[in-house]
């Protein structure tokens, strides 16, 4: 018998309407099962038991099908063409033909037909696969893992992260969609407050997600979970519409989501009013979690509805860096003026568009109108330290802050900027970059913060004299297209440990894969990481590849390009071309204090020294609040290039009490300070905030 003959057979004995029984009804429990298990208090593992029996069952309901349906229709087939064996000797008439032998493949089976066998061997085939999948299944849900309830209850005391997923919507209803994230969030902030454990939000799940190139399935299957964040608990939980009202109903499961620790009586509001019913949640939860122990939530009480909503969207539709950002903070405000949340979204926008100002007296408004809870009254100090140019508290107060969410990348990044640009100090880096993140795959194409994780680490670790450890961990970036916070790095890298040839091959093929000007900077980088290291050589060879860009170069020059050309002079030591353009870029800009310091040291060189003197004197008449240390920096860099050692300390120890930051190209990285490093004076700069 053919396949084709078989397929054919099957259909009209109605062999696959059979089968799709099975598939269908197995396809329906298991729907109905993974919406029941959480409810009746099942473990998560109850899905897995389900289907192991399911797959197991599958072959044995096909041999069913042919001893209950096909076999009696092949008997009384083979009665009739006299198929049927026996086990006696045939007998013939002489001159009779003898008749076939028929074969008894297994004792005491007989095979009635030719489909049968080919059945039978289709049977095998699918048993054996079912055989796979079910060793598969065992493998990775029992073999190999410890007892996970064993597990959790060992190690509940000792992991006190708490992941808070999303609520699933089952009102049919997407304008309640918002409802889910404001109850997840309503619990964060009631636990962050409480200090009942480290919080894990949705957010941080999705972020992992897609740092580390994982598919997006729901996230209460997401291994990212398990496997990466490891939660000591889970909350999760739905809502529905009941006799239009909505119903809420949470459950704490174990960090393997294998077993359900507590199922909470659901609790039911007003649909217009979805907070009441997640604040009653979230003190239940809170009560639980925290055994009684007193504590404040994130807000005196729970914001109206619609500046929730206000500010949930606005993170959904707008960067925040954007305007409409801002006018969405300001309109949830509006609506509630003691919703706490917007108003600290407001202040970081002013303060990352350098309106320093604006955010200093929206921190005023803020302390006076905010409650002393412990997170409030942090975050409070924390800006006002920030704004006041006190380094050592902000990194302090920030540490605090960065400890209700270690898991959080932003927070992470933020606290290694602050690490090692405001208070110097690298080897708190590297502890803070291992917090429990998992970069191993890593893809920086969608994360810019993972990217800036790398710059961070990478200039701590050069600091802290490992320079390899950059090149051995995104090396492979250096020739890839975008990536510039790293190649920085990687020039800075390779410059000190004498692979030029790398670091040509990365501004060659920037110069092909980038913008000009974006091309005239990293090249500018370069001329100056091989100035740090006293090889004047290659660092003029790339100050005149950028003076030789320009040459081609039509029309008026921007005050960017002057900037470029101005700089390759200077460093060259062409200085009488450096004053040219330096009082070209002050009469366009005059109140730019670094145009006038490299003006004022141009002049002194070629002997204007009175003048040169003048300037920097002029210098104090542009003093303004929060410079954070700009002008007595860009003194202390004219009488360092001078060798004026006295004044350059002293402008110095004012610069970095004011708040000048540690950035890349400041203190021990200024090519004008490099003679003075190593003495203990400039050491106790480097350590101020220590």
Known sequence: MSFKE?????????????????IVSSWVLIQVFSTIWEPFGLPKISMTYLLLVLIAGFPFYIYLIWRYRLKPMESKFSQREGLKVSSGTNKTEPGSKKPKKRKIHLPGVHFYSPFQKLYFTMLFGITVMSVFATALIVNANFLGKSNSSDFVFAAEDQNNKIAVLEFDNNTANQKLDVVSKMAADWIIHGITQNNVGQVISPKIIEEYATVLNASMVPSKENSILTEYLKPG??????????????????????GNMNKTLISFEPVECDPNSPLTCIEELKQRILGHLSKGKPGTSYEESPP???AFKTVIEAFEKYDNSAPEFLNAMNDAIEIDSSYFEPKLHRITYYYNKDEYAMADSLVGVWARESNTGDRQLNLIRMWESLLNGDNRKAFNYFRKEYNYEPDDINNNMSTMVLALQF????????????????????????????????YVKGLADIALGNPQKPIEM?????????????????????????????VAEIINSYKLTADLNSWRKKTQITAKEFLRVGSEENAHKYFNEILSSFEAQEGNLLVADKQYIGYAHFYKGDYAKAEEIFRSLLNEVPESTEYKTYLAMSIFKIGKEQEANSLIAALDKMRQNYQYGLVDYAKARYYAFIGDEDLMMQNLIRAVSAGKRYTPDAYQHDILMKPYVQTEAFQRVLNFWH
């Open 423 to 454: 208070v110097n100090r690298p080897e708190a880096v590297d502890s803070i970059y291992n917090q429990q993140l998992h970069m191993e795959r890593v893809d920086l194409n969608n994360c810019q913060e993972c990217e800036y994780r790398y």
């Open 304 to 306: 109206k509805f619609e």
């Open 233 to 254: 608990k889970i909350i999760n939980g739905t809502y529905y519409l009941n006799d239009g009202k909505l119903i809420l109903q949470c459950s704490i499961l174990d």
């Open 6 to 22: 078989f397929i054919k057979e099957c259909h009209e004995k109605e062999v696959f309407k059979n089968l799709s029984i099975y």
């Open 474 to 502: 995104f090396g492979k970036y250096g020739s890839m297209k975008g990536f510039d916070w790293v190649k920085d790095v990687l020039i800075n890298a390779y410059v000190v440990t004498g692979n030029y040839e790398a």
